[in-house]
């Protein structure tokens, strides 16, 4: 069979996700690749006094944004977007926790002091028009008219209901809550679901409104609702715990969804893994076993457990080798590659697209 085109092609990409979401193929899998930039990018000059001012900078956002876009070679099922971004904690700040920026990442200020104030919290109702819901919202809408149709503007990082309860009270107290108030902790984190559910129903109809797909930080593609659901809180507690409080708000976090990839971070995760792969509902898995436990190929029993569970799966391989290891091991069905060292140029990036075509019969 003629190796397709190796250039992104918005259809062609969408039906091989949406295969891919089946545990299904078209042709080949979806492969997510990059390639580097012959020059450094010539991004916008920052002239702010403060990271909270640079990163709450609106149309410099959308800027570098759309620099890295308009500068990098789109092939594969890479789907080129813009994640409108203020950081992981935004639906923290649902319930008055400040950000504090750093040069990369954001952080929450703690707003629940003590176990008590857990009741202050479940009285609380989420604050959608907070600087950082509106920043976030300027940011969609600006995205969108710049980019005139050329690039999707993605749905915004979202974490769940123990995640947003270990950024408002810190992740420790919220261990020792749970032994020492466990209903409280449990009205508190399906109040923090709820609030969820309302930030995805609300961000959905905005993007869709817009005519965006269903994508994220994790680039997928869907033409209905989707996510990756996600709870990193969850390593630090017993199988026990997890089914009986975690359980329940990721289900209840799920719902809405068509389609979804649930984001398994770290080596500590995997003692929830048969918890995960019984989530009703669930299409794939993103499993991320971090800095220092790679490469990829040394996992094939964990994605093997998984694609038996009926789940596809998005391999993060260390490189191009990599993934043709976990590819030759596991068969092209289920499996979406993504490469995360980039190529040094275009033709060793369609050089491997071609590989992947091949063996992938």
Same mark, same amino acid.
């Given at each position: 069979m003629k190796p397709p085109a190796h250039r992104f092609i918005p259809e062609v990409a969408r039906a091989r996700y949406e295969a891919w979401w089946r545990c299904a193929r078209v042709d080949r899998p979806p492969v997510s690749l990059w390639v580097k930039t012959p020059h450094p990018l010539r991004a916008p000059r920052s002239t702010h006094a403060t990271l909270?001012?640079?990163?709450?900078?609106?149309?410099?956002?959308?800027?570098?944004?759309?620099?890295?876009?308009?500068? #990098?070679?789109?092939?594969?099922?890479?789907?080129?977007? +813009?994640?409108?971004?203020?950081?992981?904690?935004?639906?923290?700040?649902?319930?008055?926790?400040?950000?504090?920026?750093?040069? #990369?990442?954001?952080?929450?200020?703690?707003?629940?002091?003590?176990?008590?104030?857990?009741?202050?919290?479940?009285?609380?109702?989420?604050?959608?028009?907070?600087? +950082?819901?509106?920043?976030?919202?300027?940011?969609?809408?600006?995205?969108?008219?710049?980019?005139e149709g050329r690039y999707y503007v993605a749905m915004p990082d979202l974490h769940g209901s123990f995640d947003i309860l270990a950024g408002v009270r810190g992740p420790e107290n919220v261990c020792l809550d749970l032994m020492d108030e466990p209903e409280l902790v449990r009205r508190a984190s399906l109040h923090a679901s709820h609030a969820y559910v309302e930030a995805y129903r609300r961000l959905y109809q905005r993007l869709t409104a817009l005519g965006q797909p269903s994508t994220t930080w994790c680039s997928y593609l869907h033409?209905?609702?989707?996510?990756?659901?996600?709870?990193?809180?969850?390593?630090?507690?017993?199988?026990?715990?997890?089914?009986? +409080?975690?359980?329940?708000?990721?289900?209840?976090?799920?719902?809405?969804?068509?389609?979804s990839i649930f984001h398994l971070d770290g080596p500590q995760a995997l003692h929830h893994l048969d918890l995960m792969l019984s989530l009703p509902g669930l299409n794939a898995v993103q499993w991320v076993f971090g800095s220092g436990h790679g490469p990829a190929a040394k996992w094939i029993d964990v994605y093997r457990r998984c694609l038996a569970a009926g789940k596809a799966l998005q391999i993060l391989a260390d490189d191009p080798a990599d993934a043709l290891t976990v590819l030759r091991e596991l068969g092209p069905d289920g499996l979406w590659l993504t490469i995360c060292t980039p190529f040094a140029n275009t033709d060793e990036a369609t050089d491997f697209l071609d590989t992947v075509h091949r063996l992938s019969p």
């Open positions: 909270r001012e640079r990163w709450l900078d609106v149309e410099y956002q959308v800027d570098c944004a759309l620099t890295g876009l308009e500068t #990098n070679p789109i092939l594969g099922d890479t789907a080129p977007s +813009y994640l409108p971004n203020v950081g992981p904690d935004l639906t923290s700040t649902l319930f008055g926790a400040e950000l504090v920026f750093g040069e #990369n990442t954001s952080w929450c200020q703690h707003t629940v002091p003590e176990t008590a104030d857990w009741e202050r919290f479940i009285a609380t109702p989420p604050d959608f028009d907070n600087v +950082y819901w509106r920043t976030i919202d300027a940011m969609i809408t600006r995205a969108a008219e710049r980019f033409t209905g609702p989707a996510y990756i659901p996600s709870c990193d809180f969850w390593c630090l507690v017993s199988k026990e715990i997890a089914q009986e +409080y975690v359980r329940p708000t990721i289900e209840l976090e799920m719902a809405p969804l068509e389609r």
